[in-house]
């Protein structure tokens, strides 16, 4: 089970992981450095072909310009058939030059042979030179208009042992000597790797530099962001008042502009909902409390008529079970409307017991009469901290809403789940109908409505659901999948903590009240302290009742 619930915790841990890998910094320097990285590369790899293609040109043109001439130069006064030493030593006058290359020089001897002639026969042998390069030189092209020589001389450039070189090879036109220079690109090499080096090391800067311009734009961009979504997290937690400092008149400033300004408007929304909804629960308040008068009367009036109903006209007698009735529910109507009204000011306390859950349920229901109409499974032992009659409240707005809507028998279990209190109710009836499921706790929600005048009012469940929340409990609603719905209540087993909290904040609100309250007297005349119709609960909007929907100093 271990792993199973930790497959969700691990998960959540890599998503976040995640999102600070993939934030709008990261994102953002990362395009900056692409962005820099892609221009630097770009640059250097420029600089560098052109570089290359300058360097090595100069330098082969320098050293074909001086093989053309010399060979020229220093073939001429050959015989027109030389003798190897003669060959040589012209091959040698050939290398000594400014440029560095060696030279191979051939032609036919005065033996009739053929003298391969290298100012270096180790280093320079006619095998270095390749065939097509050889080709080339040998052939012999037509005179015409636009070609005045049989002749031409062609370049190549080769690899030998991991050291470039270049080849190039001719003919002298008119008779003489075939001659091929070998001149060695390693300096090139050296230098155009140096410079490969110091773009690569001017790409790295460049990509170093782009990082903190990326640091320094993201800090700038993304610092009023942030103010923004802290600003927003606040303003979502319900500080209204939040407000942005706008600075500059970028767009980041109208957006700032914007912000204060709907904040201003959600403020004034906000408070004039406020207004309404805590006008709203006083005119409730009041009007339960004004009803409570004449039922009080009605109530002992109907009761002497339902003992003196026996002794009425049959033809009255209806019309009086009607009344009493009808006076019943509305008694029951305006008591949960004042316990409505107690939960929304936020004067409803908890008043603490051990309770033996099984006598409770038990009470509950031998109360009600309901024996036989319920079967109780329910584990002797179990003592947790709880308010008995609200607890009462819930169990029997459970088991008559079952009795009612359901279908016997209804059966109740109570168990113990890990540190929470388990207490179903099920019954064998029809079950909820799936649209209803979302709204049975819904207040005045009746799941017909074309019956929308019925024998409850509609406020049970929700009642029920408003003492489960003030032990730190739930209610849930589902269907069974052998028939009927089920009712599942969750209270913690120990609910002292969320009295203790009560407490704290009731007597947080008094001693603000009695400050308000002496600061007021400071400023009124009679040296009175005048408060400012504070209330005694939690929750805004409150009226002075304390737990009884009662108000104790009377309404202006």
Not at 159 to 170: N, R
Not at 369 to 385: F, H, K
Not at 431 to 453: C, M
Not at 525 to 540: L, S
Request: aromatic share 4%.
């Amino acid at each position: 089970m271990s792993a199973v619930s930790d497959e969700p915790g691990r998960a959540r841990g890599w998503a976040a992981g995640l999102l600070r890998w993939f934030s709008l910094r990261l994102r953002l320097m990362l395009v900056f450095g692409l962005v820099a990285l892609t221009a630097a590369v770009s640059a250097s790899a420029i600089a560098y072909w052109l570089n290359r293609d300058a360097v090595l040109t100069r330098t082969q043109d320098a050293a074909l310009d001086e093989f053309r001439k010399s060979l020229k130069d220093d073939t001429d006064p050959l015989p027109s058939l030389p003798t190897c030493s003669e060959l040589r030593d012209a091959a040698g006058r050939m290398a000594d030059n400014t440029q560095k290359y060696e030279v191979l020089l051939i032609t036919r001897t005065r033996d009739a042979g053929s003298c391969p002639a290298a100012s270096d026969k180790k280093l320079f042998t006619l095998d270095a030179v390749p065939a097509s390069l050889r080709s080339a030189v040998d052939q012999k092209r037509p005179v015409a208009k636009g070609n005045t020589s049989p002749y031409h001389l062609y370049w190549q450039r080769i690899t030998l042992d991991g050291t470039p070189y270049l080849v190039g090879g001719a003919k002298v036109n008119g008779g003489g000597p075939t001659g091929y220079m070998l001149k060695s690109l390693d300096t090139e090499r050296q230098d155009l790797n140096s410079l490969a080096w110091s773009l690569g090391i001017a790409t790295g800067l460049a990509l170093i530099g782009a990082a903190l311009l990326a640091q320094a734009a993201a800090a700038t961009v993304l610092r009023p962001v942030q103010r923004l979504g802290e600003a927003a997290y606040r303003l979502g937690e319900g500080h209204l008042d939040t407000r942005l400092q706008v600075s500059g008149s970028d767009e980041l400033a109208n957006l700032s502009h914007t912000f204060n300004r709907a904040a201003e408007r959600l403020q004034k929304r906000v408070a004039e909902l406020s207004a309404r909804e805590a006008s709203s629960r006083r005119f409730v308040a009041d009007m339960s409390h004004e009803l409570r008068t004449p039922l009080t009367a009605i109530t002992a009036v109907s009761e002497v008529l339902e003992e003196e109903a026996d002794s009425l006209d049959p033809m009255i007698a209806p019309a009086v079970q009607l009344v009493v009735s009808e006076t019943r529910r509305l008694n029951d109507l305006v008591e949960n409307l004042m316990e409505v009204t107690r939960f929304d000011a936020g004067t409803a306390r908890l008043v603490l017991d051990d309770v033996d859950v099984a006598d409770q349920v038990t009470a509950c229901i031998d109360a009600r009469a309901w024996l036989d109409a319920v079967e109780l499974d329910a584990a002797r032992g179990i003592v947790a901290p709880l308010d008995p009659r609200r607890l009462d409240v819930i169990l029997a707005n459970l088991i008559g809403n079952a009795l009612k809507h359901g279908g016997s028998p209804v059966r109740v279990s109570v168990r113990t789940d890990g540190d929470e209190l388990l207490i179903k109710v099920r019954d064998h009836g029809p079950g909820i109908p799936e649209d209803v499921l979302p709204h049975v706790f819904d207040r005045f929600y009746k799941a017909s409505a074309s019956r929308p005048r019925s024998e409850g009012s509609g406020l049970g469940l929700s009642i029920a659901m408003e003492n489960a929340h003030i032990h730190g409990g739930d209610i849930s609603a589902a269907n069974s999948p052998e028939g009927g719905a089920v009712f599942a209540l969750r209270l913690p087993m120990d609910a002292s903590r969320i009295a203790s909290d009560e407490a704290e904040d009731e007597l947080g609100d008094l001693d603000d009240l009695d400050r308000e309250g002496a600061a007021e007297g400071e400023r009124d005349d009679g040296g009175r302290a005048r408060g400012k119709g504070r209330t005694w609960g939690k929750g805004k909007g409150r009226n002075s009742a304390r737990g009884t929907g009662r108000n104790e100093e009377g309404r202006p």
